[in-house]
């Protein structure tokens, strides 16, 4: 073990009074130490005038990051994939010769001695530096027999500083009623893209001179705004509190992976957590039903590893009495459900619980031909929950094998992989079987969280390589802007950014018939986004309809300001490619030399070179080649071998096919 301390350290002190500062508060800040990551490509040449060999640099990539202290160890991404291109020359074909350096730079263009980098890899825990402190990489350390390098780059920095600010304080409050766009949040090109447009209101004034002077060219659209000139017109989304919330308005309950940070700390997809983690003691309960045998909390998620105490007053005079059995506790919907009807009023002990963490562990667990519970022949409920996506779980209506008459088609239901429900869209009149395959988990404690920027720290260690899942709800403020109802049109404008394969969005299509354009909407792939200009708007509560809309050209949205001056735009799109040809990366990973001499037997190459057919140049990736012409391809029945009940072994065919073909003739026998 190495240790490494100073000898004489340095301390520094700052006497507060003597600088000033008596009334002010004083406090400790992290604050944020932006730099500039420059990676640049060198490789070592032989220099006459100094007699030794010297770096010369090539082609470089800078980035403007930031890291602070509160960061801990941040990570910018894989190496391999922001290394600068390497620029052409003799002396950079060797990759064995090539070397990357990574700085980072502050003000003035000077190293920043306030940040640490570091190069770390993932898959073999190793890090790379020089003995002066330098960190500096060699292609082939990066490259070398992986086909996805798993070095990633990291920084930190331990600065923390103090603060004096004079106690007079001012709240700005911030503008929640704003309404602004952002882009996507998955960048996952299996799922759709949808704007995201914050939930808000405003008022904007009547309609002024200049927009009055295009608007009277247009006697019918004047007329309509006329009567709502003297008053302020008001804009809100609606359709934000129509999209499907839990537990309540504004807030969706999730799961998902989570990002690993370091062995204690890992961050959710999310912001802004909504947590319940606490106690309730004697809550009273709501009948749910006219039979009073069921009755709910206030709150979900009850935490199972809790007791939960049940009391009732049967008598009604005030006086409970704790229920020790004759019920069945839901604790994920916060129910308790009596085998018989209670008269009295019913109360609770309980823990609530909506913030679970688990590691999850794939094995081969497989089930086949169960038979599911169902009840109203549309809900049918397996034995056991976390069911995995692959292999696909199959639904049928007899157990045995899966054929196309026993196979039901998935687009007639729903799977809740993680509890194994299935809904049917409509009634099932018969009994239904399912083959799938489950993971199982362990619940991972957490010690504490951060609601804010959606961070978990942890009770236990978790591994990088480990799958962890988080369920967990979040405050949602943002509508997923899907498209909008064109009620003139009849028909619904939806709109999927994603370009991907399996998208679509409804666009124009314009045809000419007898010399007259005719315009119609199709859903067409969203790949015909690609170059084209999208523009989303507001409309004002007094227009009725869709409060969001868009259009796909800036003729178009000309046409509506002109017609319509109260439309406001929100945000004009392009979906394009994120690259150039210009910031193509081609590497070439061969290493030069080596080879076989002309004339060498294929004898004498097994007989020398293992594994060869994982060489390219000498192996056969896809299968042996042949001449077209001189090979005969032969079908026998298998059932002529003796692996299948017949009286010859493949040499023994292999014999009496020889003896019958002409000389020179290669043969291939299949056994069909």
């Known amino acids: 073990m190495l240790y490494a301390y100073a000898v004489n350290p340095k301390g520094e002190t700052v006497d507060i009074e003597v600088q000033g500062f008596v009334e002010e508060d004083i406090r400790r800040i992290q604050p944020q130490i932006p730099f500039l990551l420059s990676i640049r490509s060198f490789v070592y040449r032989w220099q006459n005038a100094t007699q030794r060999y010297e770096r010369e640099y090539g082609t470089s990539a800078h980035y403007n990051l930031d890291v602070s202290k509160s960061d801990g160890v941040k990570t910018f991404g894989l190496l391999h994939t922001m290394l600068p291109a390497l620029q052409s020359g003799a002396e950079w074909q060797d990759k064995n010769r090539v070397y ?37 990489i060699g292609y082939m350390d990066l490259f070398w027999a992986r086909l996805n390098p798993t070095i990633i780059v990291q920084a930190r920095t331990s600065y923390e500083t103090i603060r004096a600010s004079r106690r007079q304080f001012g709240l700005k409050l911030a503008n929640e009623d704003r309404v602004w766009t952002e882009l996507p949040r998955t960048k996952d090109s ?77 961050r959710l997809p999310h912001n802004n957590l909504f947590v319940e983690w606490k106690s309730v003691t004697g809550e009273e309960l709501k ?49 308790i459900i009596f085998e018989a009807s209670v008269v009295g009023v019913v109360k609770a002990d309980f823990s609530v619980r909506n913030l679970r963490l688990y590691k999850r562990t794939y094995g081969n667990g497989k089930i086949a031909n169960e038979m599911l519970h169902t009840e109203d022949n549309r809900t049918y409920i397996s034995k056991r929950g976390c069911w995995l996506y692959e292999p696909t779980p199959v639904l049928k209506t007899m157990p045995g094998t899966p054929n196309v008459e026993t196979v039901i088609s998935p687009i007639e239901y729903k799977i809740n992989y993680r509890k194994g429900v299935i809904k049917f869209n409509r009634e099932q009149p018969r009994t239904l079987f399912a083959d799938y395959g489950y993971y199982t988990e362990k619940e991972i404690e957490i010690e504490d969280y951060d609601v804010q920027n959606g961070v978990l720290y942890l009770k236990e260690e978790v591994d990088f390589k480990d799958d962890v899942f988080a369920n967990y709800s979040y405050s949602e403020e943002f509508y997923d802007y899907m498209g909008y109802y064109d009620e003139a049109r009849q028909e619904f404008m939806s709109l999927d950014l994603n370009p991907s394969t ?100 294929e004898k004498e190459i097994t007989k020398r070179v293992q ?39 493949e040499e023994q065919v292999q014999v009496i096919v020889d003896k019958y073909v002409a000389l020179g003739i290669y043969t291939i026998i299949e056994y069909v």
């Open 190 to 266: 299996k799922e759709s893209w949808f704007l995201r447009i914050h939930n808000g209101a405003f008022l904007k004034g009547q309609i002024g001179y200049e927009e009055w002077q295009t608007l009277s060219k247009n006697e019918a659209q004047a007329a309509k705004y006329e009567k709502r000139t003297m008053k302020p017109e008001r804009y809100s989304i609606p359709e934000y509190e129509q999209q499907v919330f839990h537990p309540y308005e504004g807030i969706r309950t999730v799961e998902n992976e989570v990002e690993y940070i370091d062995r204690r700390t890992v």
């Open 502 to 601: 399996g998208h679509y969005s409804t666009l124009p299509s314009t045809t000419y018939v007898n010399d007259v354009a005719v315009t119609t909407y199709k859903n067409v792939p969203s790949s015909q986004l690609l170059n084209k200009e999208l523009y989303v708007y507001i409309v004002p509560e007094s227009e009725g309809g869709a409060s969001i809309r868009h259009c796909f050209s800036a003729l178009e949205w000309h046409k509506i300001q002109q017609t319509n001056p109260m439309f406001l735009l929100l945000a004009k799109l392009f979906v394009r490619e994120h690259t150039s040809i210009e910031q193509t990366i081609v590497m070439d990973a061969r290493t030069r030399g080596g080879g076989l001499r002309e004339g060498i037997s």
């Open 287 to 335: 009948p749910i039903g006219g039979d009073r045998k069921v009755f709910e909390a206030s709150s979900e998620r009850w935490d199972e590893r809790m007791d939960v105490n049940v009391y009732t007053d049967e008598d009604g005079n005030g006086v409970f009495v704790q229920v020790q059995d004759g019920f069945d506790i839901d604790y994920e919907k916060g129910l």
């Open 611 to 649: 594994g060869k057919q994982r060489y390219w140049d000498i192996g056969s990736w896809n299968g042996k080649a042949y001449y077209r012409n001189g090979t005969v391809v032969i079908s026998l029945p298998k059932t002529v071998l003796q692996a299948h009940g017949g009286h010859f072994t």
């Open 100 to 136: 990357y350096e990574l700085t980072a730079y502050g003000q003035d263009n000077l190293v920043e001695p306030l940040v640490s980098l570091g190069l770390y890899d993932t898959e073999t825990g190793h890090e790379y530096y020089l003995r002066n402190g330098e960190l500096v």
